[in-house]
C-alpha cells in the first residue's frame, strides 16, 4: 500500500492523558495537513508543513496541540491533556509539489478516530 | 469571517442529474476544491477550480464564478454508489490553509 497511512486506527483515552498520532505520507510528497473532523462536519484545518518546516497553523489549535515532522518524512501529532471536547477523526493529507502549486489534490489517510472518556 | 454553504442534505434518483451548490466568503481566494467521502472513509479529490467556468471530468462537472462566491459540482447519471458526503473546499490565497464546508450528504434512490 503506497497510500498515506495512519497510526493509530482508533484510540480510546481517559481525560487529561496525553495521546499522539503518526501519520506517513506517500514517500514523494513535500506538504503534509493535518485535520479534525466531527460527525456532520468537514475537515477543519489544523497545521501544515512543507518538508520539516510547519508554515501554518490554526488559531484555533490550542497550546495542548503540537505536530512535528522532524525529517520532512512522517509527522506526528500530539495532543496533551485530552478533553471530551477533543473527540473526533484526526486526518492527514499529503500533497506532491511546493507551496506555489495550489491546484494538487490532496490524498488523505483513513484517519485515527479518537475518543476522550 | 470566513464561511461555506452547503446545503445539508439532497435526495436524488438513479440515472439522474444533481446539482450540489456551494457559496463561500473567505479572506482570499486561491482556488476551490471538491471532495467526495464515503461514510466512515478519507476524502478523495473531485475537482479543483480557481478561473470562473465549467470544468468537466466524465461524470462530474464543477463552475466556479469568483464574483459571486460561488460554485456548484454536477453529477451526470447517478448511480447508486455515488451516495456520499460533498465536500466544498477553499483554499486561502497566500496562504496553505484550506477550509471545509459541512459537507453535502447525497443519498441516491432507486
Known amino acids: 500500500d503506497t497510500g498515506v497511512s495512519q497510526d493509530p486506527r482508533h484510540k480510546i483515552t481517559k481525560r487529561g492523558q496525553n495521546v499522539t498520532f503518526r501519520c506517513d505520507p506517500i514517500?514523494?510528497?513535500?506538504?503534509l495537513y493535518w485535520y479534525r473532523q466531527t460527525l456532520g462536519q468537514g475537515p477543519e484545518f489544523l497545521t501544515y508543513?512543507?518538508?520539516?518546516?510547519?508554515?501554518?497553523k490554526s488559531r484555533l489549535l490550542s497550546d495542548r496541540f503540537s505536530a512535528e515532522r522532524p525529517k520532512g518524512s512522517f509527522s506526528t501529532l500530539e495532543i496533551q491533556r485530552t478533553e471530551q471536547g477533543d473527540s473526533a477523526m484526526y486526518l492527514c493529507?499529503?500533497?506532491?509539489?511546493?507551496?506555489?502549486?495550489?491546484?494538487?489534490?490532496?490524498?488523505f489517510g483513513q484517519g485515527t478516530r479518537l475518543t476522550v472518556v | 469571517g470566513q464561511n461555506i454553504d452547503q446545503p445539508t442534505e439532497m435526495t436524488a434518483t438513479e440515472g439522474a442529474i444533481v446539482q450540489i451548490n456551494c457559496t463561500y466568503q473567505?479572506?482570499?481566494?486561491?482556488?476551490l476544491f471538491w471532495y467526495q467521502q464515503h461514510a466512515g472513509e478519507a476524502p478523495t479529490f473531485l475537482s479543483y477550480?480557481?478561473?470562473?467556468g465549467l470544468e468537466e471530468k466524465g461524470r462530474f462537472s464543477s463552475f466556479l464564478s469568483r464574483s459571486k462566491g460561488y460554485s456548484y459540482l454536477l453529477l451526470k447519471e447517478l448511480q447508486m454508489k455515488d451516495s456520499a458526503s460533498y465536500l466544498c473546499?477553499?483554499?486561502?490565497?497566500?496562504?496553505?490553509?484550506?477550509?471545509f464546508g459541512a459537507g453535502t450528504r447525497l443519498f441516491v434512490k432507486a
Open positions: 473567505t479572506s482570499g481566494f486561491n482556488g
Open positions: 514517500s514523494e510528497h513535500n506538504r
Open positions: 508543513f512543507q518538508n520539516e518546516a510547519q508554515l501554518e
Open positions: 477550480n480557481v478561473l470562473d
Open positions: 493529507a499529503s500533497l506532491p509539489g511546493q507551496g506555489h502549486q495550489v491546484n494538487t489534490e490532496a490524498f
Open positions: 473546499a477553499v483554499l486561502s490565497w497566500g496562504g496553505f490553509k484550506t477550509i
